[in-house]
């Protein structure tokens, strides 16, 4: 999915203009008065979406975003040159947020729509190192690299096969909603992650749908809830291999999901084998996965209702009570549930 299309439309008017500050005020301008850019609670500005229902950042800003779901959870500032992997960059405020936290930070921003990249141009993050991600993108429109901050202008999923990455001490998962469009949501995308992050990495994502915690698990991340900001659900982390420090700091997810993701339809995640399908393509395989589950389980299937509520088997509600992270516990619950 893509931002706005009237929105993009106008931003290419203005990316063949002259690169002036008259121009990028007037294009702001315009798009504000279309109602295309929108003012968030924090003051900084958010675009809509394809989806007139879906904006690019929640409505409690778009900083305050960058900052308290991706850059403070990540802790970044404990960490001597982090290498950040940021996807879905946008307009950059997750990047700002992070080297606002760590100047040292070398990230690798990965954004599919030039217009969004040129439109962090024409705004005023007002964290003095959005000057910083401003040079590196005014550079990669002259042809330039920047080697601390990296531009891959492309679908993260051909980014993600580059034989150039490193290994990311953090990576920003900031796709828009698994509902609308799973692409960067799938099993086989989330596992090339895996491979490309450091032992000590975490993965951060705003969100806590059931199909993608469920392939985070698959992949072999430790899944713990992140903070819930300007959202009733909380974040995601997902650790490769938690140190002693991470590991005092994971938090389970609700116990209903842990259920959900073990025992039901709901968790079945969502694939994309050789990374080229689309929404609808993912989308509707998923729906087959999740028939052919319900067909294998017979009589054996728990209503989401019961799993909810946790109406099942003794044997399997016990496994949540053990000292185990919901990783290991959403493994434990489904070996057993389909063993027997
Ligand atoms: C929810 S917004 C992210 C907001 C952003 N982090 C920011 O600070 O402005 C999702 C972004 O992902 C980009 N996108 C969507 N699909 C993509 C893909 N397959 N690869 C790379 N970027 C993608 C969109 O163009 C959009 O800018």
Same mark, same amino acid.
């Given at each position: 999915m893509l931002p706005n299309k009237k929105a993009l439309e106008l931003i290419k008017i203005y990316m063949k203009k002259d690169f002036t500050s008259k121009n990028l005020n007037e294009l702001t301008k315009k798009l504000i008065e279309l109602d295309l850019l929108i003012k968030t609670e924090d003051g900084t500005f958010t675009v809509r979406s394809e989806d007139p229902e879906e904006l690019m950042h929640s409505r409690v800003g778009a900083l305050k975003e960058g900052i308290e779901k991706f850059a403070i959870p990540s802790k970044i500032e404990d960490i001597k040159n982090p290498k950040i992997l940021d996807l879905c960059s946008g307009m950059g405020y997750n990047a700002v947020s992070a080297l606002h936290y760590n100047i040292n930070s070398e990230i690798d921003i990965v954004e599919y729509s030039k217009e969004m990249l040129f439109l962090s141009l024409a705004l005023d993050i007002p964290i003095k190192e959005h000057l910083l991600v401003k040079n590196a993108i005014s550079e990669f429109f002259k042809g330039i690299t920047d080697e601390k901050i990296r531009i891959f202008n492309e679908d993260a999923?051909? @980014?993600?096969?580059?034989?150039? %990455?490193?290994?990311?001490?953090?990576?920003?998962?900031?796709?828009?909603?698994?509902? *609308?469009?799973?692409? %960067?949501? @799938?099993?086989?995308?989330?596992? +090339?992650?895996?491979?490309?992050?450091?032992?000590?990495?975490? %993965?951060? /994502?705003?969100?806590?749908?059931?199909?993608?915690?469920?392939?985070?698990?698959?992949?072999?991340?430790?899944? /713990?809830?992140?903070?819930?900001?300007?959202?009733? &659900?909380?974040? @995601? %982390?997902?650790?490769? *291999?938690?140190?002693?420090? =991470?590991?005092?700091?994971?938090? &389970?997810?609700?116990? /209903?999901?842990? &259920?959900?993701?073990?025992?039901? /339809?709901?968790?079945?995640?969502?694939?994309?084998? *050789?990374?080229?399908?689309?929404?609808?393509?993912?989308?509707?395989?998923?729906?087959?996965? &999740?028939?052919?589950? !319900?067909?294998?389980?017979? *009589?054996?299937?728990?209503? @989401?209702?019961?799993? $909810?509520?946790? !109406?099942?088997?003794?044997? +399997?509600?016990?496994? =949540? $009570?053990?000292?185990?992270?919901?990783?290991?516990?959403?493994? !434990?619950?489904? !070996?057993?549930?389909?063993?027997?």
């Amino acid at each position: 999915m893509l931002p706005n299309k009237k929105a993009l439309e106008l931003i290419k008017i203005y990316m063949k203009k002259d690169f002036t500050s008259k121009n990028l005020n007037e294009l702001t301008k315009k798009l504000i008065e279309l109602d295309l850019l929108i003012k968030t609670e924090d003051g900084t500005f958010t675009v809509r979406s394809e989806d007139p229902e879906e904006l690019m950042h929640s409505r409690v800003g778009a900083l305050k975003e960058g900052i308290e779901k991706f850059a403070i959870p990540s802790k970044i500032e404990d960490i001597k040159n982090p290498k950040i992997l940021d996807l879905c960059s946008g307009m950059g405020y997750n990047a700002v947020s992070a080297l606002h936290y760590n100047i040292n930070s070398e990230i690798d921003i990965v954004e599919y729509s030039k217009e969004m990249l040129f439109l962090s141009l024409a705004l005023d993050i007002p964290i003095k190192e959005h000057l910083l991600v401003k040079n590196a993108i005014s550079e990669f429109f002259k042809g330039i690299t920047d080697e601390k901050i990296r531009i891959f202008n492309e679908d993260a999923r051909i @980014t993600l096969l580059r034989k150039d %990455l490193k290994k990311y001490n953090c990576v920003f998962h900031d796709a828009f909603s698994p509902a *609308n469009d799973p692409v %960067l949501y @799938t099993v086989d995308f989330l596992k +090339l992650i895996y491979e490309n992050m450091d032992d000590s990495g975490v %993965l951060i /994502s705003y969100s806590s749908s059931i199909p993608f915690r469920s392939a985070l698990v698959e992949c072999g991340f430790v899944i /713990s809830e992140g903070p819930s900001v300007g959202r009733k &659900r909380g974040a @995601t %982390l997902a650790y490769k *291999n938690p140190n002693e420090i =991470q590991k005092s700091e994971i938090k &389970r997810i609700p116990e /209903s999901d842990e &259920r959900l993701i073990a025992l039901s /339809s709901v968790g079945v995640p969502f694939y994309d084998k *050789n990374l080229n399908l689309n929404s609808s393509e993912i989308i509707k395989n998923r729906e087959i996965e &999740r028939v052919n589950l !319900k067909n294998l389980l017979g *009589n054996k299937c728990y209503s @989401t209702t019961k799993i $909810k509520s946790g !109406k099942i088997d003794e044997k +399997l509600l016990k496994i =949540q $009570k053990e000292n185990l992270n919901s990783s290991e516990i959403i493994k !434990k619950m489904n !070996k057993i549930y389909f063993e027997n």
